[in-house]
């Protein structure tokens, strides 16, 4: 079985970094995707960031603005995510996915909370 462990999260004032990891175990041969999403409460869950094509690219929900960066490590098959000038709007559970030929796999989730 497939299953993906998010760690990282925490509290952090605002203009603050922090940097979520996701590792994946099990039977794992090849991941079209992984990314990370977050959802705050009464929220759509929504990207955040994701990695595509081997690693090779990437792409930003609109909110990021440039404040975060993700990074794919193919044989330690892990995701992070490196989150600078964090704001009280970023305040969310994230959670970490993988997509194995359009299979989704979901970790549990990292909380993260943004104080003013």
């Known amino acids: 079985q497939v299953q993906l462990v998010e760690s990282g999260g925490g509290l952090v004032q605002a203009g603050g970094s922090l940097r979520l990891s996701c590792t994946a175990t099990?039977?794992?041969?090849?991941?079209?995707?992984m990314s990370w999403y977050r959802q705050a409460p009464g929220e759509q869950r929504v990207l955040v960031a994701g990695t595509y094509g081997g690693g090779g690219g990437v792409v930003y929900g609109d909110f990021v603005k440039g404040r975060f960066t993700v990074s794919r490590d193919n044989a330690r098959k892990t995701v992070s995510l490196q989150m600078n000038t964090l704001e009280p709007g970023d305040t969310a559970i994230y959670y970490c996915?993988?997509?194995?030929?359009?299979?989704?796999?979901w970790g549990r989730g990292t909380q993260v909370t943004v104080s003013s």
């Open positions: 099990g039977s794992i041969y090849s991941a079209t995707s």
């Open positions: 996915k993988m997509s194995i030929r359009g299979v989704d796999f």
